[in-house]
């Protein structure tokens, strides 16, 4: 079980979360056009998870603009955003800030959160995703896991990048 803050209170999630070395796991997500996305689709590209609890609170709608700044001048590498929106409430997102170089999926039907460990297991936000920042390699390795001390604060992106640059 891993631990984050919510507002300065310990939030545990139901799980650990991969380690640097892993073999991240393959998992299917719902994009926001209902379509199904799998990380072994992106097999052969590095894969960054922006993983967070939802599209609908500021901080988090900040990550994806933020890594949807960055996105289009990333080579061979795909930004996946992960939450347990809906999808609609995805595409209402991308559509009024026109989101297009990261692709914002929903885990609603999906066990990413377990799997992962990155669900919350307590806390009014219990049944959410921690946000987390994880870079997959080419190969479906594992080479950056960042789960944020306080969910109510951003992740270190610069840190995120660097690690992708060394890649």
Do not use: W
Not at 72 to 80: C, E, M, P, Y
Not at 83 to 108: N, Q
Request: charged letters at 25%.
């Amino acid at each position: 079980m891993s631990k984050t803050l919510l507002a300065g209170e310990t939030v545990h999630t139901v799980g650990d979360l991969p380690k640097v070395g892993d073999k991240a796991p393959d998992f299917t997500v719902t994009k926001s056009d209902l379509s199904e996305v799998k990380l072994s689709d992106y097999a052969g590209k590095r894969v960054v998870l922006n993983i967070y609890p939802s599209i609908d609170t500021g901080i988090c709608a900040q990550s994806v603009r933020r890594f949807n700044e960055v996105a289009a001048n990333l080579d061979n590498t795909v930004v996946l955003g992960v939450s347990m929106d809906l999808p609609f409430a995805l595409d209402r997102f991308c559509g009024a800030e026109g989101i297009e170089d990261v692709i914002t999926t929903s885990a609603f039907r999906s066990n990413f959160g377990d799997e992962y460990g990155v669900k919350l297991a307590e806390s009014p936000m219990a049944g959410l995703l921690a946000r987390t920042i994880m870079i997959v390699d080419e190969e479906g390795v594992v080479r950056y896991v960042a789960l944020n001390d306080e969910i109510k604060t951003e992740p270190d992106y610069e840190a995120a990048l660097d690690a992708l640059a060394k890649l």
